[in-house]
């Protein structure tokens, strides 16, 4: 609880002081699919670089760690990107998203003596590709759909591929 405590603080620090650098050209986000699939709390900070490239991060944290699904043993996940856009609107429309994940977790390892298993944590580093779509609302409203894959650079963990996607949910000020 102490670190998302933190981490939203982070967050609402860089959040004003972005605001007040250029007006317009700023994005939060938060992930509903993830928060109501997953239990994780994935949050997200874009900023516009011109009219069709942005760079922004998100910061996963898990809610519930004893969840099951897909990438279930991730627990904390720190992504860097860069978008382009491909539209005639101002950074909005189809786009391609190159990113890197810096992830942590916990999963279950098979020992083989006397057939327990045993938790143990990871941190691993994955670069990868997603595509997606953004719409803005003339009142800063942001609505965006997106899907990616990511491949493990390190090979610390039995995972070897990462997804990355989900609908977010926002507001460009």
């Known amino acids: 609880m102490k670190k998302i405590t933190i981490t939203l603080l982070l967050f609402v620090t860089c959040f004003t002081m972005f605001a007040q650098e250029n007006p317009g050209n700023n994005e939060v986000k938060i992930n509903m699919s993830n928060l109501i699939g997953f239990k994780w709390l994935d949050l997200g900070y874009e900023h516009i670089l011109n009219e069709e490239s942005t760079i922004g991060a998100n910061i996963l944290f898990s809610l ?82 997106y899907a990616g894959i990511g491949r493990d650079m390190l090979d610390q963990s039995d995972l070897e591929v990462v997804g990355r996607g989900g609908l977010s949910i926002g507001y460009r000020f």
């Open 64 to 145: 519930d760690n004893g969840s099951e699904g897909l990438d279930e043993y991730r627990t904390f996940s720190l992504t860097p990107y860069y978008r382009h856009f491909f539209s005639n609107k101002y950074a909005e429309g189809f786009f391609v998203e190159a990113f890197t994940m810096i992830h942590s977790g916990e999963e279950e390892i098979y020992t083989g003596i006397g057939g327990t298993y045993v938790d143990e944590k990871y941190t691993d580093l994955a670069v990868g590709v997603s595509v997606g779509a953004k719409w803005v609302s003339d009142r800063g409203f942001v609505a965006e759909i």
